[in-house]
């Protein structure tokens, strides 16, 4: 399995950066794990949009599914996509209408976001196979098996593991600290994790981590690889690593676009 970073950037952009979006290649399958504003041209430098076989988001704040309405736009208007799929036309030259998995809550929040832009409130469900997935499903992606664990954040959001031939890649989400997280990753191969905060939030309820938090939450799943990201090119990077490094009691590497990062045998 091979994961390619192509935003890292928290709720707003990095200096020409993208926020959530990490391509996974292996069994057989193309994923896009979230889709946040600037990540569908990322995207686009390293694969076919028309390629991905599915698209998984974590949860549903603007910073991991803005892009999936240029994308739907993509697939509905491009010439190639002619014409448009409904339900498919088994036996013809079918468009490109990659899967895309979504928290609940996701349908009402696709429309609502389509309709205040402009667009059609079915555009994305048009655009893709929506499944809703329930946290508590195991949903198998051709050769790739995904699950997820709700973890504590301002809106429900869910940690994703991606596993082929029991290789894993466990991504944080958004979180603040939580238990669930080290126990849905324990002994995981790799541990992609929130690193927002220069320092705990002042007031109200927690949502995100510190770089020291995403060390002690990588020591305590027994992560064999851990991978800071969420982070603002505002944050000294060297500083997040040197934290995270120490609670984690092994070497830590920061997320960057276009990083790439193998799970497994291939
Ligand atoms: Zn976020
Ligand atoms: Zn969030």
Redesign the pocket.
């Known amino acids: 399995m091979r994961i390619t970073v192509l935003g890292k950037s ?2 707003w952009q990095d200096a020409d950066g993208a926020c ?1 979006g990490y391509l996974v290649e292996g069994g057989g399958q193309v994923v896009l794990l979230d889709c946040g504003p600037g990540v569908f041209a990322k995207l686009r430098r390293f694969v076919d949009y028309v390629d991905v076989d599915a698209v998984v988001i974590s949860h549903l ?1 603007a ?2 599914i803005l892009d999936l309405v240029p994308y739907a736009s993509g697939l509905r208007y491009a010439p190639r996509q002619q014409p448009v799929p409904v339900g498919g036309f088994p036996g013809t030259d079918s468009p490109a209408r990659p899967r895309l998995l979504a928290p609940p809550g996701a349908l009402e929040a696709f429309a609502g976001l389509c309709t205040a832009s402009g667009m059609s409130a079915d555009h994305i469900e048009l655009a893709f196979d929506v499944t809703v997935y329930d946290p508590a499903d195991r949903v198998e992606l051709g050769g790739l098996t995904a699950r997820f664990q709700p973890v504590p954040h301002f809106l429900p959001a869910n940690a994703v593991e991606l596993a082929e031939d029991g290789a894993r890649m466990t991504f944080s989400s ?1 979180c603040a600290p939580n238990e669930a997280l080290c126990e849905f990753a324990a002994g995981t191969d790799l541990l992609l994790i929130e690193a927002t905060l220069p320092r705990p939030e002042r007031d109200g309820e927690r949502g995100h981590l510190t770089p020291e938090e995403a060390g002690e939450h990588g020591a305590k799943a027994g992560a064999r690889r851990l991978v800071l990201t ?1 982070y603002s090119d505002e944050l000294d990077v060297a500083w997040a690593v040197e934290e995270a490094g120490r609670a984690f009691g092994g070497p830590v590497d920061a997320a960057h676009e276009g990083a790439t990062y193998q799970v497994g045998a291939r």
């Open positions: 928290p709720a959530s704040h910073d991991h958004d969420h």
